[in-house]
């Protein structure tokens, strides 16, 4: 072969090279534009979801929204400084939108406003049993953010979509809370009610009691840091109105 042929050659398959370079390359950026309008679509599906569930459960008049009407500013402000501390700690630590778990602070308010529940409590027990995994499902049929097993109760499903709504979040959140506020009341004690709960009674040494009260005790340190900010901001501002010439 002449080496004028070779080098025809060379530049013939340098040349289907470059076309092949040039079709993965748009290949590869079709790919990724598609994946960027998956997530965007994706993120805005999740900002509205919870949302969206939590104002269905409002629908049915079974949670109350986790500020009273009527609250003075100073509540409103505290309340908004807490949920936004919760939120971002467990975003973080948990690895979840910090959209979503603002919409699961607030109704997990709600529904400890609606039980007589420390909402701190059910975000604790939320903590341990699904780390903010709305579709978590344990081996032993447990599902959703509390982990509830359907089968058992049925009835407290029946009028909010059946136990098919079990992985909603502000249902699995509300229906949560009814069982132990269930245990508590049969109970009278909370460590039992959580030992219940965890279907953990044989337990002496209450090792899931202990873990969501740590958690819940983590929970009030950041909600008591986010309210002492808040009140350090205020007075200086006021101090600030004060002194300001007119």
């Known amino acids: 072969m002449s080496a004028k042929s070779i080098l025809e050659l060379f530049a013939l398959d340098l040349k289907q090279l470059s076309l092949w370079a040039r079709s993965t390359v748009s290949v590869l950026v079709l790919i990724a534009s598609v994946a960027a309008l998956l997530l965007i679509i994706n993120n805005q599906h999740s900002a509205h979801f919870f949302s ?3 104002s269905r459960v409002l629908s ?7 500020v009273a009407e009527g609250s003075t500013p100073a509540a409103s402000q505290s309340a908004d400084a807490s949920h936004t501390a919760l939120a971002e700690f467990l975003a973080k630590r948990y690895k979840v939108s910090l959209d979503v778990t603002h919409d699961l ?7 400890g406003h609606q039980f007589g529940l420390d909402p701190l409590l059910i975000i604790a027990v939320i903590s341990v049993e699904s780390r903010f995994n709305p579709i978590a499902e344990s081996v032993a049929g447990a599902k959703g953010l509390m982990q509830i ?3 058992y109760h049925t009835e407290k499903f029946e009028a909010l979509g059946g136990v098919s709504a079990v992985f909603n979040p502000a249902t699995n959140i509300l229906v949560g809370s009814k069982i132990l506020k269930e245990y508590l009341g049969r109970t009278g004690n909370l460590s039992m009610a959580l030992q219940m709960y965890a279907g953990a009674l044989s337990d002496d040494q209450d090792v899931y009691t ?7 005790q983590r929970l009030q340190y950041i909600v008591g840091n986010a309210v002492r900010a808040l009140r350090v901001k205020s007075t200086a501002l006021s101090g600030a109105t004060v002194s300001s010439p007119l």
Do not use: R
Request: glycine share 8%; no cysteine.
């Open 52 to 54: 969206d569930s939590y």
């Open 60 to 66: 049915l008049g079974t949670v109350k929204p986790s």
């Open 105 to 111: 602070v607030s109704i997990a308010y709600g529904a």
């Open 149 to 151: 097993i359907p089968k």
């Open 210 to 216: 202990n873990k969501v009260m740590n958690e819940k």
